[in-house]
Nanobody
Framework: QVQVVEFGGGLVQPGGSLSLSCVTSGSIFSINSMGWYRQAPGKQRELVATISDTNTSYYQDAVKGRFTISGDTAKGTVNLQMNSLKPEDTAVYYC??????????WGKGTVVTVSS
């Protein structure tokens, strides 16, 4: 049973920073990539950033230059350092682990609120 667990959400003021972490467990298969997604109230879930097993990263335009993804897919861990946070970054942030062809697994999410 694969488990994906996120840590680190919370309340932060605009312009502040927050770091999220994600750990996986329970699989003997290799991870192809890990990523962070977010879902704001009333909106669809969207990709924030991903990192591959070759350490290639990808960011959506809205977070480029402000967020940094890092991690070790071999260990099943990924982090998201978020700087210069804006109110529009408020969302539930989800971690996922891609074990394709063995499946894609999601965490339950962690809430990030950017507000003064």
């Amino acid at each position: 049973q694969v488990q994906v667990v996120e840590f680190g959400g919370g309340l932060v003021q605009p312009g502040g920073s927050l770091s999220l972490s994600c750990v996986t467990s329970g699989s003997i298969f290799s991870i192809n990539s890990m990523g962070w997604y977010r879902q704001a109230p009333g909106k669809q879930r969207e990709l924030v950033a991903t990192i591959s097993d070759t350490n290639t990263s990808y960011y959506q335009d809205a977070v480029k230059g402000r967020f940094t993804i890092s991690g070790d897919t071999a260990k099943g861990t990924v982090n998201l350092q978020m700087n210069s946070l804006k109110p529009e970054d408020t969302a539930v942030y989800y971690c996922n682990a891609d074990y394709t062809p063995c499946g894609i697994y999601w965490g339950k999410g962690t809430v990030v609120t950017v507000s003064s």
